[in-house]
């Protein structure tokens, strides 16, 4: 079993940064961990992922160009770097788990473990 918790959101103004955090416990060497978003009316959103062994990571086209995921194995953290944030990319963001196989996984219901997700809010 994996246990995830997020921290580090918050109200930013548009075009700054933030900068989330998953701590994560179980054996994370067999998962694949991650980033997924949900704003109010919407279907929640594959944001990034990173396979935890291997440390390899996929972006979403949508925020490739803006959104960094790495992760600290000392520390089972898992983090993601956003910058140049826009309104639309306020949602509540959630780190979630599953275990690893041959691709990455954008599917939510793909994922066995989640997080209770951290609020982001991006002003204009």
């Known amino acids: 079993q994996v246990q995830l918790a997020e921290s580090g959101g918050g109200l930013v103004q548009a075009g700054g940064s933030l900068r989330l955090s998953c701590a994560a416990s179980?054996?994370?060497?067999?998962?694949?961990i991650a980033w997924f978003r949900q704003a109010p009316g919407r279907e929640r959103e594959f944001v990034g992922a990173?396979?935890?062994?291997?440390?390899?990571?996929y972006v979403a086209d949508s925020a490739k160009d803006r959104f960094t995921i790495s992760r600290d194995s000392a520390k089972n953290t898992m983090d993601l770097q956003m910058n140049s944030l826009k309104p639309e990319d306020s949602a509540k963001y959630y780190c979630?788990?599953?275990?690893?196989?041959?691709?990455?996984?954008?599917?939510?219901?793909?994922?066995?473990?989640w997080g209770l997700g951290t609020q982001v809010t991006v002003s204009s």
């Open positions: 979630a788990a599953k275990i690893s196989g041959h691709f990455f996984h954008v599917k939510d219901q793909d994922y066995a473990y």
């Open positions: 990173i396979k935890w062994t291997a440390g390899d990571t």
């Open positions: 179980g054996r994370l060497s067999q998962y694949d």
